[in-house]
């Protein structure tokens, strides 16, 4: 579904992405993992479009994104959740859900807010209440499910447990483990890398700019250099 292939990009002269090279297939969960700095924020922003890559491709379902814009990459199947969220504060809980179905043509998005209010119950009581009075769990619900209501086919998931509670890290990773059996396709950026090994089929580990080790996740969480470096063991 999506192959990255020798992927550049850089924030000015720096450079910060060093020819990754990787890919999804659809139906997987993959998930990469590396230090703070390590360019994974930074390639899912070049998948998505938000910033620009210095050189190599990027191909979605077989077609060349590189040069589309960030909404037309929306449009044709890809969602981002960012890191910290970034909701509309001001705005009401079921207009942020609105929002995010702003590339669809269709009407009809009823079917949609209680799909995600199936999957996140507790957003249902408090559509009307602003986003910037909701807790940090509840603000990680409503942005997965701001990027859930554009009907993506692959989405792209940033450190989604960071800042909550034990028990909504569980709850949080059970419904993206419960995504994936709806035939959604996930890219999952997470610092908690052994909860993230515990859901994805494969991983790859980014380390300054470039991909160090790829396979399954059974794979990567029995590699010593893993063990020691980011599980702890």
């Given at each position: 579904m999506l192959s990255i292939e020798n992927v550049r990009s850089a924030y000015g002269r720096i450079e910060v992405l060093h020819g990754v090279t990787l890919?999804?297939?659809?139906?997987?969960?993959?998930?990469?993992?590396?230090?703070?700095?390590?360019?994974?924020?930074?390639l899912l922003h070049a998948i998505s479009g938000v910033q620009p890559?210095?050189?190599?491709?990027?191909?979605?379902?077989?077609?060349?994104?590189?040069?589309?814009?960030?909404?037309?990459?929306?449009?044709?199947?890809?969602?981002q959740v960012p890191e910290g969220r970034q909701l509309f504060t001001p705005l009401s809980v079921r207009d942020n859900l609105r929002l995010g179905a702003w590339s669809r043509r269709d009407a009809d998005l009823e079917p949609d807010l209680a799909r995600v209010c199936a999957l996140f119950p507790m957003l249902d009581a408090i559509l009307e209440m602003p986003a910037g009075a909701l807790s940090g769990g509840q603000q990680q619900m409503l942005a997965i499910g701001r990027a859930l209501m554009a009907k993506p086919r692959l989405l792209l998931l940033d450190e989604p447990s960071m800042g909550l509670a034990p028990n909504l890290v569980d709850h949080v990773l059970s419904v993206i483990r419960g995504l994936k059996d709806d035939s959604l396709t996930i890219l999952l950026v997470?610092?908690?890398?052994?909860?993230?090994?515990?859901i994805a089929d494969r991983a790859y580990v980014l380390e300054t700019g470039r991909v160090t080790l790829s396979g399954t996740a059974a794979e990567i969480q029995a590699d010593r250099r893993v063990r020691e470096a980011y599980l702890g063991i």
């Open positions: 890919h999804v297939d659809a139906g997987e969960i993959v998930t990469l993992i590396g230090a703070n700095g390590a360019g994974k924020t930074t890559i210095t050189g190599g491709a990027i191909r979605f379902e077989g077609e060349p994104i590189e040069k589309r814009p960030a909404h037309a990459r929306v449009a044709s199947g890809i969602s997470e610092q908690n890398a052994r909860a993230a090994l515990a």
